[in-house]
């Protein structure tokens, strides 16, 4: 059974500029969750989608935007990028509605640096 | 409501064990324990649920006080393969609508 699959690996962009990242969740998962990892800020926590809406959303400014497919593909967007938003952004999937009691699987994530 | 974790780093020799703590400010519904490698994501080790459910790896052991809205996750006997950062994520409804991650522990095995 494949795993969390997320692309690209890695992405440089400049200041200013957009990005869109994309996450396939494990066959059968309809929820996913988006993370950004910073040294020292843990997993933050960004949005979760299921069935293509949007259930819940983290403390995240309007930049960063999000949208899942009916095939449970996710995309995740950040416009206006700043040097700040460099980070790991790491994708989940889940068989459940809920979080909180359902085990994630976590994709390698997209090491995104802007410069 | 991100859950506080200690020790942030802990340096342990094989065969040694480790405690590591999660705490919240409010009341739990569930806590989980993710360990994460250099390099790798995150890897599910195990879930505590109020009211005493648990699921995850045998070899796993950990405890949630429910009154003390902490849980501790039990590293016995450690071996290399159990370095990396673990982190903990505390759940206070079901849907975890509200759901947060801590900021992680920091352990390394060394020979």
């Known amino acids: 059974k494949a795993g969390v699959t997320q692309t690209p690996r890695y992405l440089i962009k400049t200041r200013g500029q957009q990005v869109t990242l994309s996450c396939s969740p494990i066959?059968?998962?309809?929820?996913v969750s988006w993370y950004q990892q910073t040294p020292g800020q843990g997993l933050q926590f960004l949005f979760e989608y299921f069935s293509e809406t949007q259930r819940n959303k983290g403390n995240f400014p309007g930049r960063f935007s999000g949208r899942q497919f009916s095939n449970s593909r996710s995309e995740m967007n950040v416009s206006t990028l700043e040097l700040g938003d460099s980070a790991l952004y790491l994708c989940?999937?889940?068989?459940?509605?809920?979080?909180?009691?359902?085990?994630?699987?976590f994709g390698q994530g997209t090491r995104l640096t802007v410069v | 409501q991100q859950p506080v974790q200690s020790p942030q780093a802990v340096i342990l020799r094989e065969g040694e064990d480790a405690v590591i703590n999660c705490s919240s400010s409010k009341a739990l519904y569930s806590v989980h324990w993710y360990r994460q490698k250099h390099g790798e994501a995150p890897v599910f080790l195990m879930i505590?649920?109020?009211?005493?459910e648990q699921k995850g790896h045998e070899k796993i052991s950990a405890s949630f006080n429910e009154k003390k809205q902490q849980s501790s996750l039990y590293l016995t006997a450690s071996q290399l393969s159990y370095s990396g950062t673990y982190f903990c994520?505390?759940?206070?409804?079901?849907?975890?609508?509200?759901?947060?991650f801590g900021t992680g522990t920091s352990l390394t095995v060394i020979p």
């Open positions: 505590l649920l109020k009211g005493g």
């Open positions: 066959s059968g998962h309809r929820s």
């Open positions: 989940a999937s889940s068989l459940g509605q809920g979080r909180g009691n359902t085990e994630a699987f």
């Open positions: 994520g505390t759940g206070y409804s079901v849907t975890g609508n509200q759901f947060y």
